[in-house]
């Protein structure tokens, strides 16, 4: 696709439920990255594939995180036993490589009541 | 561990002016700078600040990396409505094994008065 793009865009849920965001990076695009943002804080990372590995894991919180990139194209970011505290905008960023420059998509807002 | 700080936090001026957003990092084996802003939800790129390329600039906008200070500013000159975003500062380190991810300051939150 032309731009990165994010599924759902909202989701809202249950503490202890399981949630799974999605990310399609911009065609031939290997780097992929998932952050984390919440209200008034700058994104934080939680994890980087190139190609299909995980390359970097080292953001991810806690065991309850995990994310899958098994083609080396499609990723997604699976949440267990949510938690509020989980409540945030996930972005999902692709790039060429490292080439510095990362493409956002519009983000999943999650929000676990 | 990294850390990006950024300055002011906020910041309200009128259309027309010119403003200074200040980035200050702490990086092991730095390896780039980088500028986003955000409007809604998908930050945008402007500008990557690297060793070899310490001063950029795009119309309104530049940007200049002090590698001494280890800090960074964001220049817009004769601000218009549509700058009003919140500006997000970014810093790699190099691995030497591949990319990491980027550590971003909280952000800079611009608001342009007509």
């Known amino acids: 696709g032309a731009g990165v793009s994010q599924t759902p865009s909202n989701k809202v849920t249950e503490k202890g439920k399981y949630v799974e965001l999605r990310c399609d990076p911009i065609?031939?695009?290997?780097?992929l990255y998932w952050y984390r943002q919440s209200l008034g804080q700058g994104p934080e990372f939680l994890i980087y594939f190139q190609g299909t590995g995980a390359a970097d894991d080292s953001g991810l919180p806690n065991d309850r995180f995990f994310a899958v990139r098994p083609e080396g194209s499609v990723s997604t970011l699976k949440i267990q036993r949510t938690e509020r505290g989980d409540s945030a905008v996930y972005l999902c960023a692709s790039s060429f490589g490292w080439a510095g420059e990362l493409f956002f998509g519009e983000g999943s807002r999650l929000t676990v009541l | 561990e990294d850390k990006v700080v950024q300055s002011p936090l906020s910041l309200v001026v009128h259309e027309g002016d010119t403003v200074t957003l200040n980035c200050s990092y702490e990086?092991?084996?730095?390896?780039?700078l980088l500028w986003y802003k955000q409007e809604k939800k998908a930050p945008t790129f402007l500008f990557m600040l690297t060793s070899s390329g310490i001063e950029k600039k795009s119309g309104r906008l530049s940007s200049i990396l002090d590698k001494k200070e280890l800090s960074s500013i964001l220049n817009i000159t004769a601000t218009q409505t549509g700058d009003s975003a919140i500006y997000l500062c970014?810093?790699?380190?190099?691995?030497?094994?591949?990319?990491?991810?980027?550590?971003f300051g909280k952000g800079t939150h611009l608001i342009i008065q007509p």
């Open positions: 065609s031939g695009h290997t780097a």
């Open positions: 970014a810093v790699g380190p190099y691995s030497g094994g591949g990319a990491d991810g980027l550590t």
């Open positions: 990086v092991t084996n730095f390896r780039s």
